[in-house]
Every structure is written in structure tokens, then in C-alpha cells.
């Protein structure tokens, strides 16, 4: 779905949702490009409301990254267009794992990226959350 009322001349935003289950209950979107510039939400390892690869980090990773470029495939975005990642990693002792995940998909790329260890995520079971921002060429 795209806003309506912007003003002429302004960038079209366009907000896409995945029908993932939070979604809808907390309102927001998979993914919102507007102009050159698109953002994820936070994706996690979860399919069809089920977390998949339980206990296993980079599975983890690498299933949060394939829903995330997804994404932002919808808008046009591919991994080469990725300038920013944001990952949320629940211990210490997963960063090793999620860090190789994460250059596995990025490691030619190189985006800016930033690890942070937090409490928790919404399901107990996540033991990672990532972000992604692309920058889309010129047409």
C-alpha cells in the first residue's frame, strides 16, 4: 500500500507488511521504502508465527537475512543495495556465530553494521533480531 495526501513532488513512500504476527497488533510494516532509501523492520527467525532454528544462532541469522532481503526485494532492494545492519543478539557468546552469519550474506558488501547484546526479544526463543537499510541507485 502507498500514503496518500503527500504533497507533489514528494518521494512516494510505500509501506509493505509480510502478514507476520505481530504486524498488525503492533502496526507496523516488514518494510517502507521512500525514494531511494528503504528500511526493514526488526526480522527474526520466525515462519508463518512459528520460530524456526531453535538453539541455533546462525541458522538464525541467516533465516532473519533471507526474510529481511526479501523484503526488500519487494521494493525493489537487493543485497548490494544494503548500507546499514542492525543485529540484536541475546548473549555474548552468540556473537561469533551471528557476526560469520551475518558476513556470509554481507562479507563482499560490507555495510556499516552494529551488534548489540540486549535482555531479551520478544519470543524467548529468538536469540537474534535484524534490521536492514538500503540505498537504492538512481534508475
Known amino acids: 500500500m502507498t500514503d496518500a495526501g503527500r504533497e507533489p513532488g514528494d518521494a512516494t513512500v510505500t509501506r509493505l507488511g509480510s502478514g507476520g504476527p505481530w504486524e498488525a497488533v503492533y502496526g ?3 518494510v517502507v521504502r ?5 528500511w526493514t523492520a526488526g526480522c527474526t527467525s520466525t515462519v508463518d508465527g512459528v520460530v524456526t532454528h ?16 526479501a523484503a ?10 544494503v548500507v546499514r545492519t542492525r543485529m540484536y543478539v541475546t548473549d555474548r ?7 560469520r552469519a551475518h558476513n556470509a550474506v554481507f562479507g563482499a558488501i560490507r555495510p556499516v553494521a552494529t ?20 540505498y537504492l541507485p538512481p534508475s
Open 28 to 30: 507496523y510494516s516488514r
Open 34 to 38: 521512500a525514494g531511494r532509501s528503504a
Open 54 to 69: 531453535v538453539g541455533d544462532a546462525a541458522a538464525q541469522t541467516a533465516q532473519a537475512l533471507r526474510i529481511g532481503l
Open 72 to 81: 526488500l526485494a519487494e521494493v525493489g532492494a537487493s543485497a548490494a543495495d
Open 93 to 99: 557468546l552468540l556473537v561469533d556465530e551471528v557476526g
Open 115 to 134: 551488534m548489540v547484546v540486549v535482555a531479551g526479544l520478544v519470543d524467548p526463543d529468538h536469540l537474534v533480531e535484524i534490521e536492514l537499510e538500503a
